[in-house]
């Protein structure tokens, strides 16, 4: 495949905690439009790696290449933010804000659009994401379920090519983790790039094209889901596979 | 309750006063009489420089602490090497001789450059009192911002917002809660220290006891008068902080 054909590409990035070596030249290539799961014990470097792709943490080496642009310097940075979404696994909304001006702030700021602007599209994603009768809520009002639901919307407000999502059901009561899954997997098959960290693999089969198990800061084993989850080749990914399939 | 100890004290010192004319010359402010008034009135009218003192210097540290504070948590260590140099140093001066450096020492310096301002003991009192205070309030403010969780931060930085639009709009906003509180607490400091410009020549409260006490000789009554004059305004004070407090604590997502 040409390069270019990569929304995403990562060469042998590395990145140190102190002394600690938390991703070891990680290479990763991201097609247009592909789902990406990414798996792997705790502490392996899964939200390193992708807190990495929208520079909310620095890398030490290698390189990243977002939507063609080198993540080299703040105005890099900048442009590559506004392809990227993120959606995170504490929610992170504005506790002050409404639920329809958490979702207006960032066109309105960051991208100059008017007050009627931003609220027509943030009415069009919360009905997306099916909680249009919130808006006028603050988040804590809110199911966690909702909350994520919330969040997922804000970040296509931005309108971005790429959704990076961490481990966005862990902080979920059980019953309200298939609706905030649901919406994921609707953005999926409208042909969303996305990467997500998730230990959902039901959700993993449904959705990913590829699947990616990391341990110890080093990509182990990746491949599509269904050879991935039937006959992982590595023994530390049939390991992890068998201890969360076992829960 | 606080109110009530506070009553009870005084009722106690005012009878034992009153009953045995041995210790307590109460006449000396005694408002039946024309001197007593006069006194009262004296000592009185030091409240409006108290008061402008700690007002404009709370202003200055109030605006001072921001400036100190943003710069001090900047992630590069040479942008906060600065704030957290001036913050440790103003803390570690006592007020008394930082107030005489100001006022005495300051001028010259300024001189030596040239610059001929004069700093009376009005400006000499707020000066001081600002800088000292605002090593404190930049602290109120790291603490305040500090104690907002970074994935807000986060948050903001993944919807485009910069850090000036991050610090408007996601940030000052929730801390501010947390912040005025102690912020206002602090004012109650302010207004306690500005007893120390009496010792440059300012009017205020303090100023005016001693200066009656020389020509009364009587130091019991007077400073009776001015320990209830602080005394009064605290408590005013304090009940503004508390009710503030109230408002600002009730639930944060409301
Ligand atoms: N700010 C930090 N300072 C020091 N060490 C860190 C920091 N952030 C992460 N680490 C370390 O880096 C390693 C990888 O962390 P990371 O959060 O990427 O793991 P993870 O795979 O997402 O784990 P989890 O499943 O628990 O979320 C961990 O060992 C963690 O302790
Ligand atoms: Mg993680």
């Known amino acids: 495949m040409k390069n ?3 929304v995403i590409t990562i060469k042998k990035l590395n990145k140190w905690y102190g002394s600690f070596h938390a991703l070891k030249d990680i290479d990763l290539n991201v097609a247009l439009g592909e789902r990406i799961v990414i798996c792997g014990p705790s502490g392996s470097g899964k939200s390193t790696l992708i807190r990495c792709i929208n520079s909310l943490e620095q890398h030490n080496s290698g390189t990243i290449v977002v939507d063609g642009r080198e993540m080299i310097d703040s105005k890099a940075v900048h442009a590559i933010r506004a392809e990227v979404g993120m959606v995170f696994q504490q929610f992170n909304l504005f506790p002050h804000l409404t639920i329809l001006q958490n979702l207006t702030l960032g066109p309105m700021k960051a991208r100059g659009l008017s007050r009627a602007e931003a609220e027509d599209r943030a009415m069009t994603y919360l009905e997306r994401v099916r909680i249009p009768d919130q808006a006028q809520k603050k988040p804590a009002a809110l199911s966690g379920g909702q909350q994520q639901r919330v969040a997922i919307a804000r970040s296509l407000c931005m309108e971005p090519k790429i959704m990076l999502f961490d481990e966005p059901t862990s902080a979920l009561d059980p019953e309200m983790i298939s609706e905030v899954l649901d919406v994921i997997v609707d953005l999926a098959e409208d042909g ?33 889901p269904n050879e991935f989850f039937d006959a992982p080749k590595s023994e530390r990914c049939k390991l992890f596979l068998s201890q969360i399939l076992q829960h | 309750m606080n109110l009530k100890i506070i009553v009870a004290i005084s009722a106690v010192l005012l009878l034992s006063g009153c009953g045995s004319s041995g210790a307590w010359g109460w006449y000396v402010i005694d408002p039946r009489t024309a001197t007593g008034q006069e006194n009262i009135y004296f000592l009185v009218s030091g409240f409006w420089a108290t008061i402008q003192l700690s007002v404009i210097a709370a202003f200055i540290s109030m605006i001072l602490g921001l400036v100190i504070a ?18 440790e140093f103003v803390r570690a001066i006592p007020l008394l001789p930082m107030l005489f450096w100001v006022f005495y020492g300051l001028p010259v310096i300024l001189q030596s450059l040239g610059i001929n301002i004069n700093i009376d003991a009005f400006w000499g009192a707020i000066i001081t009192l600002a800088v000292s205070d605002s090593a404190f309030t930049a602290e109120i403010y790291r603490s305040g911002i500090q104690s907002i969780n970074k994935g807000q931060t986060e948050a903001a930085k993944t919807i485009g917002l910069n850090y000036r639009q991050t610090m408007r709009y996601v940030i000052l906003p929730q801390a501010i809660r947390r912040i005025l509180p102690p912020l206002a607490n602090q004012f109650i400091y302010i207004v306690k220290m500005s007893a120390f ?14 200066e009656l006490v020389v020509t009364e000789y009587r130091p019991l009554e007077i400073y009776t008068l001015l320990v209830f004059e602080y005394l009064v305004l605290v408590l005013v004070i304090s009940f503004f902080v508390r009710s503030l407090e109230r408002k600002m604590g009730s639930d944060e997502s409301r």
């Open chain 1, 4 to 6: 270019d054909s990569f």
């Open chain 1, 192 to 224: 969303m790039t996305m990467i997500c960290v998730t230990h959902e693999m039901g959700f993993a089969r449904r959705a990913a094209d590829r699947m990616i198990f990391m341990d110890y800061g080093e990509v182990i084993e990746t491949g599509p």
């Open chain 2, 70 to 87: 943003l710069p001090g948590m900047s992630s590069n260590r040479w942008v906060r090497l600065p704030p957290r140099v001036y913050v």
């Open chain 2, 197 to 210: 410009a009496s010792v440059i020549g300012m009017q205020e409260l303090t100023r005016r006891a001693n």
